[in-house]
T-cell receptor
Framework: AQTVTQSQPEMSVQEAETVTLSCTYD???????LFWYKQPPSRQMILVIR??????QNATENRFSVNFQKAAKSFSLKISDSQLGDAAMYFC??????????????FGTGTLLAVQP | NAGVTQTPKFRVLKTGQSMTLLCAQD?????MYWYRQDPGMGLRLIHY???????AKGEVPDGYNVSRLKKQNFLLGLESAAPSQTSVYFC???????????FGSGTRLTVV
């Protein structure tokens, strides 16, 4: 079974600085998708960024980028120029791309990010 | 376009009471899911459905039942609530072509 591990329960960053959130996963599959979700205090789950395992290029969305290391099974999220609105819980998630899979997302336990003004 | 709507948003139950959480999506998605979120444990899958009339167990199905009689609705039932079911419940949907989920806004359930 696949697992997702986030080893940093809490992180803190100064406004305008850069922070990296860690995520590792375990799978025997070669084709899959990885995601980062943001959950602000409003509780809404917001998709931040997505990475297809078959792509070597790291995904980027504005100030958010990932460092995807397939061999190491590592998928970290870098937030540049941190803003107060980035304060939230961040979840890493895995989804199989295997034909016949049921689109189930497997989540890590989350990292609570605080942004200091 | 409302996306995924969960009702109710908050509920307090007494131990042994029953209730149903409703999830409705208007995106014609095939797949629907119920997760629970607990501190330090992330989101764990309770039950899911791959299409109208189908349901399957997830990681933590005990104490819950589900039904998907219509494609747009996915109901989560608690027959006899227990304090261990105090949690935030999320419904989500996806289709086979979409890589991510669309989530509802969650239901905070407290069982006393």
């Amino acid at each position: 079974a696949q697992t997702v591990t986030q080893s940093q329960p809490e992180m803190s960053v100064q406004e305008a600085e850069t922070v990296t959130l860690s995520c590792t996963y375990d799978t025997s599959e070669s084709d899959y998708y990885l995601f980062w979700y943001k959950q602000p205090p409003s509780r809404q789950m917001i998709l931040v960024i997505r990475q297809e395992a078959y792509k070597q290029q790291n995904a980027t969305e504005n100030r958010f980028s990932v460092n995807f290391q397939k061999a190491a099974k590592s998928f970290s999220l870098k937030i540049s120029d941190s803003q107060l609105g980035d304060a939230a819980m961040y979840f890493c998630a895995y989804r199989s791309a295997r034909s016949g899979a049921t689109n189930k997302l497997i989540f890590g336990t989350g990292t609570l990010l605080a942004v200091q003004p | 376009n409302a996306g995924v709507t969960q009702t109710p948003k908050f509920r307090v139950l007494k131990t042994g009471q029953s209730m149903t959480l409703l999830c409705a999506q208007d995106m014609n998605h095939e797949y629907m899911y119920w997760y629970r979120q607990d501190p330090g444990m992330g989101l764990r899958l309770i039950h899911y459905s791959v299409g109208e009339g189908t349901t399957a167990k997830g990681e933590v199905p005990d104490g819950y039942n589900v039904s998907r009689l219509k494609k747009q609705n996915f109901l989560l039932g608690l027959e006899s609530a227990a304090p261990s079911q105090t949690s935030v419940y999320f419904c989500a949907s996806s289709d086979s072509l979409n890589y991510g989920y669309t989530f509802g806004s969650g239901t905070r359930l407290t069982v006393v």
